[in-house]
């Protein structure tokens, strides 16, 4: 057990829909991110919150968007869902914001878009 | 910017067999460099990691060796179990942590 806790584990949807994913870090972690794993792109980088605010930005749509509460736990909104979103969202957290070295991640949210 | 390339997938072997999973990378200075495992239906665990060149990292039998002069860090296993099957990634440290695509592997009894 990693100690970061992701929300849903399976979540099916149409097009078109939005849709909130939520991830609680490890304790006492500042850092969330959040990646996207499909079959054919590996994992990609979709953005990073430290401390509640937004530090890094990677190939996130401008369809989705995230932030970090002041309890930490983060929520990535998908909307106007296409058949292509449908893929792995993994969040992970660590203690630091820059140059980290580890990350723990969750087990996942599994987004079908039908 | 900073990049990791490992090699395709899938790879599959015999119990006992040795693994040997390459990866090179493209960085700025020498960043940490990491093996990720992710087991079928979980999320990505940490599996071993290198701090500095000529580091040689090791963990459950797997060992990789931060090699500066190849930008490399292959990750190897003398003999490789059932258990073993997953998806390896490498990674290295950066703003965020910057992944491979994963390697597939598949051990057969």
């Known amino acids: 057990d990693s100690g970061v806790t992701q929300t849903p584990k399976h979540l099916i949807t149409a097009t078109g829909q939005r849709v909130t994913l939520r991830c609680s870090p490890r304790?006492?972690?500042?850092?969330v991110y959040w990646y996207q794993q499909s079959l054919d792109q590996g994992l990609q980088f979709l953005i990073q919150y430290y401390n509640g605010e937004e530090r890094a930005k990677g190939n996130i749509l401008e369809r989705f968007s995230a932030q970090q509460f002041p309890d930490l736990h983060s929520e990535l909104n998908l909307s106007s869902l296409e058949l292509g979103d449908s893929a792995l969202y993994f969040c992970a957290s660590s203690v630091g914001g820059d140059r980290i070295t580890e990350a723990f991640f969750g087990q996942g949210t599994r987004l079908t878009v039908v | 910017g900073d990049s990791v390339t490992q090699m395709e997938g899938p790879v599959t072997l015999s119990e006992e067999a040795f693994l040997t999973i390459n990866c090179t990378y493209t960085a700025t200075g020498y960043p940490s460099l990491f093996w990720y495992v992710q087991y079928p239906g979980e999320g990505l665990q940490l599996l071993l990691k290198?701090?500095?060149?000529?580091d040689k990292g090791s963990n459950k039998g797997f060992e990789a060796t931060y090699r500066k002069e190849t930008t490399s860090f292959h990750l190897e296993k003398g003999s490789v179990q059932v258990s073993d099957s997953a998806v390896y990634f490498c990674?290295?440290?950066?703003?965020?942590?910057?992944f491979g695509k994963g390697t597939r592997l598949s051990v057969i009894a």
């Open positions: 990674a290295l440290r950066s703003t965020p942590l910057v």
């Open positions: 304790s006492g972690d500042l850092s």
């Open positions: 290198a701090t500095k060149a000529d």
